[in-house]
């Protein structure tokens, strides 16, 4: 496939992008049904888009799978493999990923609803992210750095080591990027890997572990253990386990970075979502920013943790600007996400429908609906899926909980202000600093902007997508604040480090 789907992609006239994705198509519901092997309770794997599709029937890892994946992975080889032949595997397999993309997207878009051109991107992120990495390894040589003399015959080096075993917890938005990332940086520093996926992701972070193996990555160094918060409880408390990678909500990523060091520190790396504001000013290109806007609020039904859920725009283009947003939200196809016409499909369970359900309910009392806030059902021969509508609020309360608490759903409040100054300040007012965006005409706005905002991930005047929207490489993606606990970001030139630990090697010649 030569077309390059990245997450600015917005559209894809590609004939055989599509034919790859459908021929993917056909492949991936011919895995439906079946069942993964296991030795603990069985879970079942149902469609958002559909629930009488199953995926798979998988069986949840018991504590004593745990604990023999860890100890299994600690007395692997993997780390003693000089470091050409680590990276030579692992591009191998971002190869097989790229290879399989039409596949692997379909089936990411049966388990977790993401429309078409969406699930190729989170494909091919996998892959960049994998080959990224190696990169850096390899432009590092290893991490392996001479460092300066104290005397002639004295020869010191710097030199990044393995911690050993290494966690990743994956969420189910990003089922295969956010699992590949991590596991893909942790194996190319030499560690092993005991990778946790959401239970909503069980189906492809299995297909991404046969990618993986295919290549020749060891059996004992890459260990998968399915299941839901047991599991990654078992996986977070295990003595053993090195170092961790986790990526979820706020609550969640904080207990698990609280709890994980016990008799020692231990690096844990926790990406923990977003309450992402643009601002927009008066000044600005209104049809860019409803654009933007609505691409990084209503992309995979607002499921993600740098989607736009807050707009500050400067009162005298609040009103055009909320007509633009209402008439972009009416624009949005929803239905199943297989289909080219999509762009958003169902939000995860019945749990999002319900924080849906809620926050509509909510804006109705205290605010206004401009568009959007429905359910739908099996309307019009639409299938039984937890489909919702874009939603575009107004007229809140400036300490509204909907906009500071972290939703998962298309919706979006627009808020007027009369300054830039103001809209920095409430953008900044939150707990999170994940991503933020801003649309202004004049170049003093964006540089007052940018010297204040608080978020690792800043995007000026992109229609591509407000809030939304990194590239291994290109966007280094991290949180500030509750968003992120390291401050170095995925895909980004300090990444791959946080995997290792410094050793200083001092030799006196003979």
Known sequence: ????????????????????????????????????????????????????????????????????????????????????????????????????SGELAALMTIEVGKNRLEALGDVEESADLIRYYCRQVEDNNGFSHEMERLSANEITRSVLRPHGVWAVISPFNFPMALAAGPAGAALAAGNTVVLKPSEQGTYTAVKLVECLRDAG????????????????????????????????????????????????????????????????????????AAAGISRSAFGFSGQKCSACSRVYVERTAYQGLVDRLVAKAGEVVVGDPTQRSVFMGPVIDEDAVARFTDAVDHARRVGKIAAGGELLRRSEGRADGHYVTPTVVTDLPPDDRLLTEELFVPLVAVVPVDSLDE????????????????????????????DRIEAGVVYVNRAAGATTGAWPGVQPFGGWKGSGSTGKAGGGRYYVQQYLREQSRTEVGR
């Open 423 to 450: 809209a920095v300040i409430q953008a900044n007012d939150t707990d999170f600093g994940l991503t933020a965006g801003i649309f202004a005409g004049q170049q003093w706005e964006i540089d007052a902007f940018l």
């Open 217 to 288: 990555i060891p059996a004992d160094a890459l260990h998968l253990l399915l299941g839901g918060d047991q599991v990654g409880n078992a996986v977070v408390e295990h003595p053993d386990v090195a170092g961790l990678t986790f990526t979820g909500s706020y609550q969640a990523g904080m207990s698990v970075y609280q709890r994980f060091s016990k008799r020692y520190p231990k690096p844990a790396i926790c990406e923990m979502g977003g309450k992402n504001a643009a601002v927009v000013t008066a000044g600005a290109d209104l049809d860019v």
């Open 1 to 100: 496939m030569t077309t390059r789907v990245t997450y600015a992609t917005l559209t894809s006239d590609n004939e055989e992008l599509h034919a790859s994705y459908e021929n993917g198509l056909r492949v991936a519901k011919s895995w439906l049904g079946a069942t993964i092997p296991g030795n603990g309770p069985a879970f079942t794997v149902t469609s958002p888009c559909d629930r009488s599709v199953v995926l798979c029937t998988a069986h949840a890892a018991t504590e004593s799978d745990v604990d023999e994946a860890v100890t299994a992975a600690a007395a692997s080889g993997w780390a003693s493999k000089p470091w050409p032949e680590r990276v030579s595997l692992l591009r191998n397999a971002a190869d097989l990923i790229s290879e399989r």
